[in-house]
């Protein structure tokens, strides 16, 4: 049996289930709210985010990856008392999200290294996966990185470089934070590629940001998952094109490269809590059950198809190289 970590330890990814592949629990400006905690409630949050958890889990929901790294407010205890009131499985990841510079810490740390494989921060990302977080045992199972508009600054690139040694060395598989409207997970792929990752082992996230069919069929036919990941954030794409984008390819025979999720969050302190109802109301971990399944059905998406994006196709991102 292949086996995944999880927040409460490794499982078989055969009983993985249905498993959204980018949401968060927390997403936290860590400095920000330790100063400034406003009416953060910790126990109160912790119970909500359970809560919202659990009636995921009521929806048919067995499993989530949770992509929040150093840069999104990562806090695993935090997590660890989420996941002990919730029968969910938490999939955590390691990594660093930035759209430019890299944080002060690893500015001078590293600045003299050779390659990727010797950069500290790759050393990192493998004691995540390899010996767990921060004394806790919990093990990251997945990679992290961003590429933005900014498009490859010298400090994604580093990042960038260090994921794809990372996952090199561990089998790990990672998710990109990409940005289609400047097409940088065409980029993310080179580089990536570069390093050695194994490229059907990469999501390229937010890549249903864009109905450009094109570009979405060059990412796939690399071998490339599209995390068709934010439904629910119509502002950026409207809810029609989302759908219709997801039927087309798989009406294309590109079931087996995508994988869907809203990238939506517990809690979230990017915005205030009364906005998002405003800006993003269907941004939330029913949007999928209720709205986006039943219209990918009406769009011709079979059951078949469905089972394919929402079980088996986590279930082989999370079950090791695929290479010998
Ligand atoms: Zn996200």
């Not at 409460?8 to 949401?23: A, Q, Y």
Request: hydrophobic share 40%.
């Amino acid at each position: 049996m292949v086996q995944v970590e999880t927040v409460r330890g490794p499982v078989d990814t055969g009983s993985l289930g249905t498993t959204l592949m980018h949401e968060h629990v927390f997403v936290l400006n860590e400095e920000i709210r330790l100063n400034y905690p406003g009416d953060w409630d910790e126990e109160a949050r912790v119970a909500d985010a359970a809560a919202k958890l659990n009636a995921l889990r009521q929806r048919g929901c067995e499993t989530i990856a949770d992509p929040t790294v150093i840069g999104l407010g990562r806090d695993i205890r935090r997590i660890q008392r989420v996941a002990a009131g919730t029968g969910i499985n938490i999939i955590v990841a390691t990594g660093l999200y930035t759209y430019d510079d890299v944080p002060f810490y690893f500015r001078y740390r590293g600045a003299q290294r050779q390659s990727a494989s010797s950069d500290p921060m790759t050393a990192m990302f493998i004691a995540d996966i390899t010996e767990g977080i921060s004394g806790t045992g919990v093990k990251a199972a997945f990679l992290k990185c961003a590429i933005e508009e900014q498009g490859l600054t010298p400090g994604v690139e580093r990042v960038l470089r260090a994921v794809g040694s990372a996952h090199a060395a561990t089998g790990a598989p990672i998710t990109v934070h990409t940005h289609p409207g400047s097409e940088s997970g065409l980029t993310a792929m080179r580089v990536l590629a570069a390093e050695g990752a194994d490229l059907t082992k990469v999501v390229m996230g937010h890549s249903g940001d864009t109905a450009d069919l094109d570009y979405l069929a060059r990412l796939a036919d690399a071998g490339c998952l599209l995390g068709m990941d934010r439904f629910g954030l119509d502002l950026i794409l409207p809810f029609e094109q989302r759908v219709s984008t997801v039927a087309e390819l798989a009406g294309r025979g590109y079931a087996d490269r995508m994988v869907l999720s809203h990238d939506a969050a517990c809690y979230i302190d990017w915005f205030r809590q009364d906005q998002i109802a405003g800006f993003a109301p269907s941004w939330h971990f029913g949007h999928l059950f209720d709205d986006v399944l039943p219209a990918l059905r009406e769009r011709g998406v079979s059951e078949s198809q469905l089972q394919t994006m929402l079980v088996a196709n986590p279930r082989r991102y999370f079950s090791g190289p695929t290479r010998a």
